[in-house]
């Protein structure tokens, strides 16, 4: 497993950006799946967005397609999500969580950051 640290919440207007990291510690970093999650009061916890190791396969759930971007940098052991034009509907605790290949089992995870869109 690895360690995993959020950063970058806040309060936001509606159609403003916000950047999130998610610092890991542990080897192989580029040998772990990556995701950002989410879960908003009174609802089930959602996968926002998943990254491969290398970071060529990418996938978004259909509600961020278009407005948020994850990236990772493997020199970095960091995972980044880009999140723009942003909707109350956002609002949520956002975690990161990290997958060892081949597993398709999220089994560490980030303590999580709140990301709150006022209207």
């Known amino acids: 497993q690895v360690q995993l640290v959020e950063s970058g919440g806040g309060l936001v207007q509606a159609g403003g950006s916000l950047s999130l990291s998610c610092a890991a510690s542990?080897?192989?970093?580029?040998?772990?799946?990556l995701g950002w999650f989410r879960q908003a009061p009174g609802k089930e916890r959602e996968i926002v967005a998943a990254i491969s190791g290398s970071g060529v396969t990418i996938t978004y759930a259909d509600s961020v397609k278009g407005r948020f971007t994850i990236s990772r940098d493997n020199a970095k052991n960091t995972v980044y999500l880009q999140m723009n034009s942003l909707k109350p509907e956002d609002t949520a605790v956002y975690y990161c969580a990290a997958r060892r290949f081949p597993s398709r089992v999220y089994d560490s995870w980030g303590q999580g950051t709140q990301v709150t869109v006022s209207s």
């Open positions: 542990g080897r192989s970093f580029s040998g772990y799946g």
